[in-house]
C-alpha cells in the first residue's frame, strides 16, 4: 500500500478542502513548550493563568496554527508542498482539554506560478478559535512511481 503522495497543482481545485482533529492535552502543551522553548504561565502554570484574565491555562496560538500546517503539509496539498506564507487571527483562546477541527479550504489556484491560496479555520465545538488564509507552493507533478 503506497502512502498519500500530496496534490500536484493540477489536481487542485477550488473548494477542495480538508480537516485534522486534534485534542489539546496537557502533554501537547507541555511539548510543544519544549520545542519551542515558550514555557509562559498562561500556557503551563494552571495557579499563575487562573488569575489571568482567561481564568485557567490556555494553549500556545503556534501549537494551534501548528494544526493547520499539519493539514497543508500531510492533506491538502500534502506532502511535497511548501508555506510560502500565512495571516492568522485569533478568536478565542483554546483550553487545555479542548477539541480542535482544523480545516483548510482552497480558494484560489494559480497553475503557472504552482501557488495556491487556502482560507483556514480552527474551532472548538462549533466556535472559531483561528482564522488564516494561508499560500502554499505545490509541485508542478507528483512524483513518478517505478
Known amino acids: 500500500m503506497s502512502e498519500f503522495e500530496g496534490f500536484a497543482i493540477t489536481e487542485l481545485e477550488v473548494g477542495q478542502s480538508a480537516e485534522i482533529t486534534r485534542v489539546v492535552d496537557d502533554e501537547a502543551v507541555r511539548k510543544f513548550a519544549e520545542v519551542s522553548g515558550d514555557f509562559n504561565p498562561l500556557h503551563m502554570d494552571e495557579d499563575y493563568a487562573k488569575r489571568s484574565p482567561f481564568r485557567g491555562r490556555i494553549a500556545h496560538g503556534a501549537l494551534i496554527a501548528s494544526y493547520i500546517s499539519c493539514v497543508l503539509g500531510s492533506h491538502l ?20 482539554g479542548d477539541t480542535v477541527v482544523a480545516r483548510a479550504t482552497v480558494t484560489e ?27 502554499v507552493v505545490v509541485r508542478k507533478r507528483r512524483k513518478r512511481t517505478a
Open 77 to 96: 496539498p500534502g506532502p511535497g508542498s511548501i508555506f510560502a506564507g500565512m495571516t492568522m487571527r485569533f478568536e478565542r483562546p483554546v483550553r487545555i
Open 109 to 135: 489556484v494559480d497553475v503557472k506560478a504552482r501557488k495556491v491560496k487556502l482560507a483556514c479555520v480552527c474551532e472548538v465545538d462549533g466556535e472559531i478559535c483561528m482564522e488564516a488564509d494561508a499560500e
